[in-house]
């Protein structure tokens, strides 16, 4: 039997019988410019989103040799690449001859990298390594002329990647024990079903309502809070990364039954949240939903990509059709009830009702999430009202 998830169950029916949950020490306030100042979203955007690792794909998108991914990312013009060496490398998707795109948006398999202009090419390194009509053109370095590289590191299924030039990470240091915790979802070895963006409202409204479980009655009563128990949360912290544990209804059947009997992965739902952008679900056993939040243009808008993973692929009609509703689940609960109260609390940030947010004592993930944003920011100059270290009761 699984020790970690028979503690997380143990933990999680303390809190149904109780009626409780995991707790932060004190309330937080939140001033409304965290959500809507235009000068601090791109500070924010500068410091977390674009010097920090950021979750920016699943290794299973770049399946093979030759693999390639192309994508905007905040701006940036992000090229991913697996070479011949099966290694990820990250760089810019730009021609270094006259700038054209190198590859449009989306995936696919290339031996190598060519422009669209004039033929400039490039290896899986982004080393410049042709050039069209090289003996009319005029004499250049080529090591001067490679593509533009950022660092990237893949750990644990993931592929990480720093959006600004010359900046470099440790993965192992940015993910600390929460690097273990991931390596137990086996990423790597899942089916890819379906890949899709959605539009949501605002970075932080969108993450807030990732980390916590306050509203799953009310919000997702047709869909994830048939199975869920509202506000009952366990919490582990990695620095600024999280496990979320919620109960599921079924906790009630443990009531009374010798431990030895438990089967406690059935009845609890984990939720990996990788600071900043990314959240995994594993909602319903062999099914995994993986979430990327990319803020926008604007402190008002996102785009989520939303991945949903299959223990192995579906090949009868029974495990399509569960496959199909637990993505349609996912879809709705997200797309339909997540943001759509999301867009509602966007369009009243500038109505005047209120000049901060207030977070309870039980949503300590969201107070954890936002503490840590004022720590990388540094808190001083953004006047959060946070008690100095948060604790959790266990």
């Not at 582990?236 to 009374?256: M, N, V």
Request: hydrophobic content about 40%; overall charge negative.
């Amino acid at each position: 039997m699984n020790s970690v998830f028979m503690g997380l169950a143990e933990r999680a029916l303390e809190h149904f019988g109780n009626k409780t949950t995991d707790q932060a020490e004190s309330t937080m306030e939140i001033p409304l410019a965290a959500y809507r100042d235009l000068d601090r979203y791109a500070d924010e955007i500068e410091r977390i989103f674009k010097q920090l690792p950021l979750a920016a794909a699943l290794s299973l998108e770049l399946p093979s040799a030759g693999s390639y991914r192309a994508m905007n990312l905040l701006g940036v013009p992000l090229l991913l690449v697996r070479g011949e060496d099966m290694q990820v490398r990250a760089m810019l998707n730009v021609c270094s001859h006259r700038g054209a795109q190198l590859c449009k948006i989306g995936a696919g398999t290339q031996k190598m990298i060519t422009c669209p202009y004039h033929a400039w090419s490039y290896d899986d390194r982004g080393d410049l390594i042709g050039r069209y009509g090289a003996n009319t053109f005029g004499d250049i370095d080529a090591a001067d002329y490679g593509l533009t590289r950022l660092h990237c590191e893949e750990k644990a299924g993931i592929i990480w990647v720093c959006l600004t030039a010359g900046k470099v990470f440790d993965i192992d240091t940015w993910l600390g024990d929460f690097g273990d915790e991931l390596n137990t979802l086996d990423l790597d070895n899942w089916h890819m079903y379906d890949q899709r963006d959605i539009a949501g409202p605002g970075w932080k409204v969108t993450m807030d309502g990732y980390l916590e479980a306050y509203h799953h009655q009310l919000v997702h009563r047709e869909t994830v809070g048939k199975y869920t128990v509202g506000n009952l949360l366990v919490l582990d912290t990695y620095g600024p990364h999280q496990r979320l544990t919620f109960g599921r209804k079924s906790l009630r059947e443990l009531i009374g039954q010798p431990a030895d009997q438990w089967q406690p992965e059935e009845h609890i739902r984990l939720i990996h949240s990788g600071f900043p952008n990314l959240s995994i679900s594993g909602i319903l056993g062999d099914h995994c939903l993986v979430s990327q939040v990319f803020p926008g243009d604007t402190p008002a808008t996102t785009i989520t990509r939303q991945t949903v993973l299959v223990a192995n692929k579906p090949e009868t009609p029974d495990q399509v059709a569960a496959t199909e509703a637990f993505s349609a689940l996912t879809l709705k609960a997200v797309q339909e009830e997540d943001y759509g109260i999301g867009f509602s609390i966007q369009a009243g940030l500038d109505s005047a009702a209120n000049d901060h947010f207030l977070l309870g004592r039980n949503e300590p993930a969201v107070q954890n999430y936002h503490t840590w944003i004022a720590k990388f920011m540094d808190s001083k100059s953004y006047e959060m009202k946070r008690p100095e270290h948060l604790s959790y009761k266990k």
